[in-house]
């Protein structure tokens, strides 16, 4: 069965360094999303992606983060200067149309030091 | 706006007994779609089930079924001679077209003792 794959499943980073958190899609799906969960708390949106562009975003999402698809395959969340506060399981999703097949990837756990 | 409720934050059940967990959204969408998700201490989220807001057939999976209905907005999901295995934080979760995103409900852990 297709997979959303991210990488690294844990990261740990310094204060105010700027992390890069790497998804790979299935492969024929059109939307891509981030969503976050700090430990304990529930699942909550970041970003959706479509067409190369964002459709949506939240107001966790700050000139902070941002999101690319560098090369048709991968789908990357970049946080510039990492906070306390962004420690957190972060996971990407895709699915085929806006609302069908919506698969999640295992995580990125980032903890921030 | 939609909001997700599980008022539930946890249950805990001995095997073998049945349990339902609660779930109960607000949008104001004709269209949507509820999910139920689970989560076990691994950290993955696992799909269990979609629906669509014009089905409001029950659907039973094996040991799981959901029971949705729109006049309450609500979409309960039962398991049924609940297993050890089945211990994980579940999440329900409703998705509307205009946002394109998932709104999650806060969880409920639940923990089935042997």
């Known amino acids: 069965e297709p997979e959303v794959t991210q990488t690294p499943s844990h990261q740990v980073t310094q204060m105010g360094q700027e992390v890069i958190l790497r998804c790979v899609p299935i492969?024929?799906?059109?939307?891509f999303y981030w969503y976050r969960q700090i430990l304990g708390q529930k699942v909550e949106f970041l970003v959706s992606f479509y067409n190369n562009e964002i459709s949506e975003k939240s107001e966790i999402f700050d000139d902070q983060f941002s999101v690319e698809r560098p090369d048709g395959s991968n789908f990357t969340l970049k946080i510039r200067s990492t906070k306390l506060e962004d420690s957190a399981m972060y996971f990407c999703?895709?699915?085929?149309?806006?609302?069908?097949?919506?698969?999640f990837g295992s995580g990125t756990r980032l903890t921030v030091v | 706006a939609q909001k997700v409720t599980q008022a539930q934050t946890e249950i805990s059940v001995v095997e073998k007994e049945d349990v339902t967990l609660d779930c109960v959204y607000e949008?104001?969408?004709?269209?949507?779609?509820l999910f139920w998700y689970k989560q076990p201490p691994s950290g993955e989220l696992v799909f269990l089930i979609r629906r669509n807001s014009f089905d409001e057939q029950n659907e039973i999976s094996g040991r799981y079924s959901w029971n949705f209905q729109k006049s309450t907005s609500s979409f309960n999901f039962t398991i049924t001679a609940s297993q050890v295995v089945d211990s994980a934080v579940y999440f329900c979760?409703?998705?509307?077209?205009?946002?394109?995103?998932?709104?999650f409900g806060g969880g409920t852990r639940l923990m089935v003792k042997p």
């Open positions: 999703a895709s699915s085929g149309t806006a609302n069908y097949g919506y698969t």
């Open positions: 979760a409703l998705f509307n077209n205009a946002g394109n995103m998932l709104t």
């Open positions: 492969s024929n799906h059109l939307y």
């Open positions: 949008t104001r969408d004709t269209t949507y779609y």
